[in-house]
């Protein structure tokens, strides 16, 4: 082979390994350093035993979420956002999900294939980035919110808490439980109503959307909202 040979493979074989470099590669599994079990963000947010949502996760410690976190495979995830929360007998996860050229919402439970429907990139993005900057709540738990008995010890059962959130953006990440006033859910007792931020996961929601009053009046809300 002749040096003008060799260095005509060389160069063809740069230019594959650029080519190779510049396309983004698919990502082996949703790496968002999300802590499903939610210990820390409980703890940190000292939520009562008697929680819905502890007995939410003590019920569910395995959930197809999980699965779902674990097996993604596609372009590399930019911007995430997770919502759990109990739906009937079977816990409901909602994730948005944010990367470079696309943006769809996954509705994942345990007994139900994935519902999957895109979204618009930028709104979501900028969905995602306001839920991450949300001024923090902590209510003060109180029988207003008992929602039930605990049948064995005959402990109320609080909902001052609805959701378990989480996010990851700008290679930062956040988990908290979601007060119940910040859903916007018609159950919410009058003192929440007048809170600042009632019911502003729903605004944000409504947002991302394009959902306003009028139009809300005249459709159902989609059903990524079941639970809000």
Known sequence: MTPANRCG???????VLAGCLSIPRAQAA??????????????R???RDNEMLRYLLTRYPKRAIQERLASYSGEPIEASLLLEAPES???????YIRTRSAARVCVVTNDREDDCQPLDPAR?????????????LDP???????????????TPILMNYYQ??????????????????????????????RHPHAGRMLDALNRLFQLDEASRARKPEPATERGQ
Request: contains cysteine; hydrophobic residues 45%.
């Open 140 to 154: 003060v738990p109180d029988g207003e919110h008992a929602v039930g008995v605990d049948k064995a010890t005959g």
């Open 9 to 15: 493979l060389l160069l063809a074989g740069c230019l």
């Open 45 to 47: 947010h000292r939520l």
């Open 89 to 95: 007998k079977h816990p409901m996860a909602t994730w």
């Open 164 to 193: 378990l959130l989480s996010v990851s953006i700008d290679g930062r990440t956040l988990q908290r439980p979601v007060a119940t006033l910040e859903t916007g859910m018609t159950g919410m007792v009058a003192r929440d109503k």
């Open 124 to 136: 979501t993005e900028a969905f995602i980035r306001e839920v991450m900057h949300f001024a923090p």
């Open 30 to 43: 949703a790496n968002l350093k999300w802590d499903l079990t939610y210990k820390e963000a409980l703890r």
